[in-house]
């Protein structure tokens, strides 16, 4: 069956700008989480989504950066007023449950110039 | 707080040669362990997972990996290597508790290089 995708593979934008990041999970996974990986810091996890509730906000990287999920299946993942430290990939998982194993989609590539 | 440790940044195999690629662990408890595989410009694909059972498991790609309790280590294994082998290596573990999850915590990866 489908895997996890995201859209756009690839973005770069001018320092400033506002960007959205989309992940479109498996199908029947309730689990959504969201991840960056960068040159600096490895894989860090951001973000998970049980349903449409995100019970912790904490790992977001800062205010610039949220996170929605609606209808239990699509997630976007916003940075507003990008910055250069932001550029990274950024790779969205699902799970059937939040303890079960995660697959991940192939990555967004963000270019903050 | 948890943490991963991948010793090995860079790792360097004769094609058909053995591997061994290191993971140290530091949690309260027994966590759930994981090894991924990134290729270049790909997404992070699941080898296998130790839950709870037997200590040794199988994976895909003729992958295995063993959990020593009394090492915190999971390490991975394959008995010969092929040229496609040639990857970004992650081990990573979660807790989960209460009904609730965390994102899984990776180490900083081992770079695998196939030499002919």
């Known amino acids: 069956g489908a895997g996890v995708s995201q859209s756009p593979s690839n973005k770069v934008t001018e320092k400033g700008k506002d960007v959205e990041l989309r992940c479109d999970p498996i199908?029947?996974?309730?689990?959504l989480y969201w991840y960056r990986q960068s040159l600096g810091q490895g894989l860090e996890f951001l973000i998970y989504f049980q349903g449409n509730s995100a019970p912790d906000k904490s790992g977001l990287p800062s205010d610039r950066f949220s996170a929605e999920r609606t209808g239990g299946s699509v997630s976007t993942l916003t940075i507003q007023r990008t910055q250069q430290e932001d550029s990274a990939v950024y790779l969205c998982?699902?799970?059937?449950?939040?303890?079960?194993?995660?697959?991940f989609g192939p990555g967004t590539r963000l270019l903050v110039l | 707080a948890q943490s991963v440790t991948q010793p090995d940044i860079h790792i360097t195999v004769s094609e058909g040669a053995s591997l061994e690629l290191r993971c140290n662990y530091s949690?309260?408890?027994?966590?759930?362990l994981f090894w991924y595989v990134q290729s270049p410009g790909q997404g992070l694909q699941l080898l296998l997972k130790?839950?709870?059972?037997?200590?040794l498991v199988q994976g895909i790609k003729g992958f295995e990996a063993e959990f020593k309790r009394s090492q915190s280590s999971f390490n991975l294994r394959k008995p010969s290597v092929h040229w496609s082998d040639a990857a970004e290596y992650f081990c990573a573990v979660v807790m989960y508790s209460g009904g609730g999850a965390d994102g899984l915590t990776f180490g900083k990866g081992t770079h695998l290089i196939i030499q002919p």
């Open positions: 949690y309260g408890a027994t966590p759930y």
């Open positions: 199908s029947g996974h309730t689990a």
């Open positions: 998982a699902s799970s059937t449950t939040v303890q079960e194993t995660q697959y």
């Open positions: 130790y839950f709870s059972g037997d200590t």
